[in-house]
């Protein structure tokens, strides 16, 4: 008997079958109906989360933290840090981590384990910024191409260039680059034309603000900076940056007395100069010392030291105005807050506080912003003064 080979059949039988071993490896059948056959999916792995990892400055000490769904975090340990630092970050592309050095007018600088959190000192750190002592706040731009730094008792800005490959820092040529009076923190904007520098001790409260020149990365002062927060009314202290990069946020301490406020400005996309929003200042607790926003630039929230309470604010993202959220402020029982930071989903924020009680978790309501504490909280029982949070 002869039989007739039929070989578009065939074809199929073969295609249909490879289609099938491919996705029964991958635990999954559901892509064959456009050709008739109907499977299920019943072994479908599910996405495996990326590892959050916490890094927590103290006196002499960084300690690390992994983070959990919940917002928990889980102690990976410490190792030895500056004696006083006034800046810690982690640079966009989670990577690296740098921690100011206040007493050594140095930076420290240390790679990421993407899986461990673990730090590893990068070679030829630190890297001196400029005299000691004097190094402040740190800041790193979008592209994780430069870095800069203040010096707190030179009046001046530092920066550097980074290496991509190894988180090395090499100085831009001109730096240092003048600033205000005691220019304590920094920040970059999203998109990496304009640097601001927060002035504590300049009378006007002014906050310096620069064009980064994109190819050498050097600083020149923008047409009308530095610019005033309130006439006569010192104190200019974190900065932050909400409204999809439309508006800055300084937290003012104050120096003698206590602000109790934070100034908005509304930035010039194209120029980078600065005006206050409608309303500005706005109200907050007690000595708002570290400002933070989400990712999204919804909400605001401020560590007021000199009450124990966390200050938190939507953010009109026309006019830059601030809004509180119901139950503002939050309080921190026992614990000063010195740090904030939000987590990279948004859905939290960690409180570093001085004294025993260490790191007050609180999640977001992402409708309202409201905050709650999470259970256990707070952890550590340690003073800490900065926080940073990776997400490789």
Do not use: W
């Given at each position: 008997m ?5 070989n578009s059949v ?6 249909v079958a ?21 499977l299920?999916c019943?072994?479908?792995?599910s996405?495996?989360?990326?590892p959050s ?11 690390s ?6 917002g ?15 800046g ?18 140095s930076i ?20 001196s ?6 190094t ?15 010096l707190?008792?030179?009046?001046a ?12 820092l090499?100085p831009?040529?001109?730096s ?5 009076n005691?220019?304590?923190?920094a920040i970059?904007?999203?998109?990496g ?20 020149d ?9 047409a009308?900076?530095p610019f005033?927060?309130?006439s ?8 932050a940056i909400?409204?999809?990069g439309?508006?800055?946020y ?8 206590a602000?109790?406020?934070v100034?908005g400005?509304?930035i010039?996309?194209?120029?980078g100069?600065l ?6 200042p706005?109200t907050?607790?007690?000595?708002p ?17 000199q ?5 938190a604010f ?7 105005g601030?809004?509180?959220?119901p ?8 614990g000063?807050?010195?740090a904030?930071v939000?987590d990279p989903?948004?859905g939290?924020v960690y409180?570093g506080?001085?004294g025993?009680?260490g ?7 992402a409708?309202?912003?409201?905050l ?17 949070i990776?997400k490789?």
């Amino acid at each position: 008997m002869r039989f007739v080979k039929n070989n578009s059949v065939m074809k199929s039988s073969i295609i249909v079958a490879a289609l099938a071993f491919l996705l029964t490896m991958s635990g999954c059948f559901g892509g064959l109906s456009h050709i008739g056959i109907s499977l299920n999916c019943t072994n479908r792995p599910s996405p495996v989360s990326k590892p959050s990892f916490l890094y927590a400055t103290a006196v002499n000490d960084i300690s690390s933290f992994s983070l959990g769904s919940s917002g928990v975090p889980t102690s990976l340990g410490n190792q030895s840090g500056p004696n006083q630092t006034e800046g810690i970050v982690v640079d966009p592309s989670n990577r690296f981590l740098y921690v100011s050095d206040f007493l050594n007018g140095s930076i420290d600088a240390f790679t990421i384990n993407a899986s461990s959190g673990a730090l590893a000192q990068v070679t030829g750190s630190p890297f001196s910024a400029g005299p000691a002592p004097g190094t402040g706040g740190i800041t790193v731009d979008p592209g994780t191409k430069f870095l800069y730094a203040t010096l707190m008792n030179s009046a001046a800005v530092a920066g550097f260039t980074i290496n991509s490959s190894t988180g090395a820092l090499i100085p831009i040529v001109g730096s240092p680059f003048a600033a205000g009076n005691t220019p304590l923190q920094a920040i970059v904007d999203p998109s990496g034309k304009s640097l601001y520098v927060s002035n504590l001790n300049d009378s006007m409260g002014g906050i310096s603000a620069y064009t980064i020149d994109s190819t050498s990365d050097a600083l020149t002062p923008v047409a009308g900076s530095p610019f005033s927060t309130q006439s006569n009314f010192p104190g200019p202290d974190g900065l932050a940056i909400g409204g999809a990069g439309k508006f800055l946020y300084v937290s003012m301490s104050g120096t003698v007395n206590a602000n109790n406020v934070v100034s908005g400005f509304a930035i010039d996309s194209t120029t980078g100069a600065l005006t206050q929003v409608a309303g500005s200042p706005f109200t907050t607790g007690k000595d708002p010392v570290r400002v933070a926003t989400d990712p999204a630039g919804r909400f605001l929230f401020t560590a007021n030291s000199q009450d124990s309470t966390v200050s938190a604010f939507t953010i009109d993202s026309t006019s830059g105005g601030l809004t509180p959220v119901p139950g503002s402020p939050f309080a921190t029982p026992l614990g000063a807050p010195e740090a904030v930071v939000v987590d990279p989903t948004g859905g939290f924020v960690y409180i570093g506080t001085s004294g025993t009680s260490g790191l007050f978790v609180f999640s977001v309501n992402a409708t309202t912003g409201a905050l709650s504490s999470v259970g256990g909280s707070p952890f550590f029982g340690q003073s800490l003064n900065g926080l940073a949070i990776a997400k490789p």
